[in-house]
């Protein structure tokens, strides 16, 4: 098993560009969700997803895009990127929402 | 919000000491789990209890768990050099909820 993947490893972007950040696990889990880690701010909560076909809100949805139309994969959209997005950003999988999570190896993104 | 709040932000201590993190919660949960993080890597998950437990061990690994304070504390016995990362709680509402990380413990261990 691969577990989770996650692409790219590094990007940067300019202000107003939009990008996908790619997330995919091979472990057949229902639960997968996306976190921005910014320094002394810990993990926070973009969207999650319990199952293909639904997603919901997190802590900090706005300026985000997300869909889950695979049980494999579940990318985030920045639509327009800003400056405020420049973090390290995580997805995660289990198999269902309160098991143990299995987290892949983060995207640090810069946006100037 | 964030759900949990770790406590302390940072934690330093010799090897072979123990180090003791705690983790506050605001409402109630299905149940809590911690994870480290070593630096600039993704999230490995350590231990789950859950909300009807009050203790659980996993090597050199003891988490408390008091659902009247709503709070839990991970203790590290005899820290290793290779325990130096930061240390994260985490707690859900049950199924279908989304499960939601505390700021963070960060711990060095010096030899």
């Known amino acids: 098993n691969a577990g989770v993947t996650q692409t790219p490893k590094f990007q940067v972007l300019k202000t107003g560009q939009s990008m996908t950040l790619q997330c995919a696990q091979d472990m057949n889990h229902e639960y997968m969700s996306w976190y921005r880690q910014d320094p002394g701010m810990g993990l926070r909560l973009i969207h999650y997803?319990?199952?293909?076909?639904?997603?919901d809100q997190g802590e900090v949805p706005n300026g985000y895009n997300v869909s889950r139309s695979t049980t494999e994969d579940f990318p985030l959209r920045l639509l327009s990127a800003a400056p405020s997005q420049t973090s390290v950003y995580f997805c995660?999988?289990?198999?269902?929402?309160?098991?143990?999570?299995?987290f892949g190896p983060g995207t640090r993104l810069t946006v100037t | 919000s964030q759900q949990g709040e770790e406590d302390p932000q940072a934690l330093s201590i010799q090897e072979g000491e123990n180090a003791t993190m705690n983790c506050s919660y605001k409402?109630?949960?299905?149940?809590l789990q911690w994870y480290r993080q070593n630096s600039g890597r993704g999230l490995v998950h350590l231990i789950l209890?859950?909300?009807?437990?009050r203790e659980k061990h996993s090597g050199r690994l003891r988490v408390t768990l008091d659902t009247s304070k709503k709070s839990s504390s991970l203790l590290i016995t005899a820290s290793r050099a290779a325990d130096t990362a930061s240390y994260f709680c985490?707690?859900?509402?049950?199924?279908?909820?989304?499960?939601?990380f505390g700021k963070g413990t960060t711990l060095s261990v010096s030899s």
């Open positions: 997803s319990v199952g293909a076909g639904i997603t």
């Open positions: 995660a999988s289990s198999l269902r929402t309160y098991s143990q999570q299995y």
């Open positions: 985490a707690t859900d509402a049950g199924a279908g909820t989304a499960l939601i």
């Open positions: 209890i859950r909300s009807n437990e």
């Open positions: 409402t109630s949960i299905n149940n």
